[in-house]
């Protein structure tokens, strides 16, 4: 599952900043997640960093159209080499 930034953001980068997939992007309203890059942080964190680092509660959250397993997951991920 990738996960999805709701109207509640204030875009205040937080997140940009911490994902290790480069998956989130900064628009003018509200910071924007690629589902095809997001892997939830499986392989880096034990839960995502966008969500621990959020300030605005309920902020970000498991995007209902991208349900993908753990497998799925691990195959977007992005290796530092």
Do not use: W
């Not at 911490?18 to 003018?28: F, K, L, R, V």
């Amino acid at each position: 599952m990738a996960l999805l930034i709701t109207k509640k953001c204030v875009n205040c980068d937080m997140c940009y900043l911490e994902c290790p997939n480069q998956a989130i992007s900064m628009d003018d309203k509200i910071s924007q997640i690629d589902p095809t890059l997001c892997t939830e942080c499986k392989g880096f964190y034990s839960t995502p960093n966008c969500q621990s680092v959020c300030p605005i509660p309920n902020c970000i959250i498991i995007d209902p159209k991208y349900i993908e397993t753990k497998r799925e997951l691990f195959k977007k991920m992005k290796c530092s080499s």
